[in-house]
């Protein structure tokens, strides 16, 4: 069953706008949160859909993963906004600490949809084929989380440095 689909909106270049979470288990993002598919239930998605008029694409992101994973969680920082020439659309993507999941969600209940928990590398492989956009809000969530990894050592490094000059002081 494929869920109707109503209030679409658009940008100034007729791109259907979008927004995804990226849900992941902890602050240390080593496994993401997919989704079926409703119109293939055999395939894995990120969940997200589409922005509705007077909605900020952050609450679009919260309220789709609430209706299609069956999670609530802590919205952190957004990884950007990923076009998809193919299908006309663009989404704004963030990233999702998981809280709570939920045991029934809307989705579960009405199309019989189900969320699993997968390795980054193992989540990559699965949107591989038949989700190349999608797959790259994953690519990035690796690229950003790789690059907080590197301000946090270089700010403790500094710190640490700034500690050690002024104890020779």
């Not at 993963?65 to 950007?80: D, K, M, Q």
Request: glycine share 6%; charged share 35%.
């Amino acid at each position: 069953m494929v869920k109707e689909k109503t209030n679409r909106l658009f940008d100034q270049d007729g791109y259907r706008r979008r927004a995804a979470c990226i849900c992941v288990k902890s602050n240390a993002e080593a496994e993401v949160l997919l989704v079926t598919s409703s119109r293939r239930p055999e395939l894995w998605i990120v969940p997200g859909g589409g922005v509705e008029p007077d909605e900020e694409p952050s609450a679009t992101a919260v309220r789709e993963v609430l209706e299609e994973a069956g999670v609530v969680g802590e919205l952190g920082r957004r990884l950007g906004i990923f076009e998809n020439r193919e299908h006309k659309h663009r989404t704004e993507v963030f990233v999702l600490v998981v809280t709570d999941e939920l045991e029934e969600w809307e989705d579960s209940k009405s199309i019989g949809r189900k969320r699993q928990w997968f390795t980054i590398d193992d989540a990559l492989s699965e949107l591989a084929l038949h989700k190349p956009t999608q797959r790259s809000y994953l690519q990035q969530l690796k690229l950003s989380k790789n690059q907080n990894m590197c301000n946090s050592i270089n700010d403790d490094e500094s710190g640490s440095k700034r500690n050690n000059d002024e104890e020779s002081n």
